[in-house]
């Protein structure tokens, strides 16, 4: 089947936000946890969270144009500099989805989807009780990206809360084992299983399972 | 299990790369298909596409600092202007994995680990055959990120090729049954089981599986 730009154009607006959102591969699936000046928390599902680098640790995050429904979690980064990501297991898909709600400033999602506040003495933003894996990240840039609006908001890592028995020797994190979930286009989640580890790819030699 | 800032700069530099690249939690799986000016083809996988929009329909791309070993792909991006992105799938994870290793320039990554190219009329950039879900994109910009020194490379999508029987009547691509994989950390290969497509989230109502 082939689909050309011109019909990627001609698409209704709600076919090719599913279509296209398809079309990047599976996602990750975070929730974004933050709060404002006066303490009001808001928590946030996002599919665009990615790696930019290891050393320092920086993950980059990709935001609608701010006039949007979804602007409490960018005014809240930029007032505190501070924010969580925490990944969505298979037990909270539901509630994690129903944050994409457009729910009032005052209300916090945490306490309208039922979903747990915790707090560490570092980070000035809220994490998500009921995830696994759970990150503390300082504000380092937000690029408004002309192209379309969006925003691209880089956090440095600054502390990593996990379920134990998850970090293997060498520093692998086994998120599968601690469920977290994928997206796929605009609303799919599905759990994995393990295909296996493959080595380091040299020209010289096939890569084999090493796990 | 508490990992702080300071633990994560200690950390062994291949310790901290499996670490910190499990973060993020789950990612996409694409193999990018270029050309130089002389029809030098390249494959690379990368873990880092991820969507920016859907119209005009662009995708972002994480290219680590050119001085290092895979420097092929944004030279021949800029050279030609144009890309093709591949999703893998779980038959040539294997295949994919091994364009990883540091092959010479002159060396076609295809030849070397055995996928087949394919070209369409359209796009000045190779796809993968065995791939079920074929990308073909023009450069619109590549944003060097001084925070680490690596490129962000922004495309938008200008042909889409797919197999039969995976897009649905409201633009949802299934790209489960199209096999499309995830990676995890640096290394790990996951196929995918869905739970479930959830409701359009409002706040008076709570999300329900949809199909």
Do not use: C
């Amino acid at each position: 089947m082939l689909v050309s730009a011109e019909d990627i154009k001609n698409m209704d607006q709600k076919f090719r936000a599913l279509f296209v959102n398809s079309l990047s591969g599976f996602k990750s699936a975070n929730l974004v946890g933050t709060q404002d000046n006066n303490g009001t928390t808001n928590l946030s599902i996002v599919s665009s969270v990615f790696h930019i680098g290891a050393s320092p640790p920086l993950m980059g995050m990709i935001h609608r144009p701010e006039t949007e429904r979804s602007g409490h979690t960018i005014q809240n980064i930029r007032e505190t500099g501070e924010y969580t990501l925490n990944h969505v297991n298979s037990l909270i898909i539901k509630q994690a989805h129903q944050t994409s709600a457009k729910y009032p400033k005052e209300t916090s999602e945490f306490d309208a989807v039922g979903l747990s506040l915790e707090w560490s003495e570092q980070t000035k933003a809220p994490f998500v009780e009921e995830s696994h894996i759970q990150l503390g990240l300082e504000l380092r840039e937000i690029n408004h990206l002309e192209i379309n609006g969006t925003y691209l908001i880089i956090g440095e890592i600054t502390e990593v809360r996990l379920v134990d028995g998850i970090v293997g020797k060498d520093g692998f994190v086994d998120i599968e084992k601690a469920s977290s979930v994928v997206v796929s286009s605009l609303d799919s989640y599905h759990v994995t299983e393990a295909l296996g580890r493959l080595s380091y790819a040299k020209p010289d030699k096939p890569v084999t399972v090493i796990r």
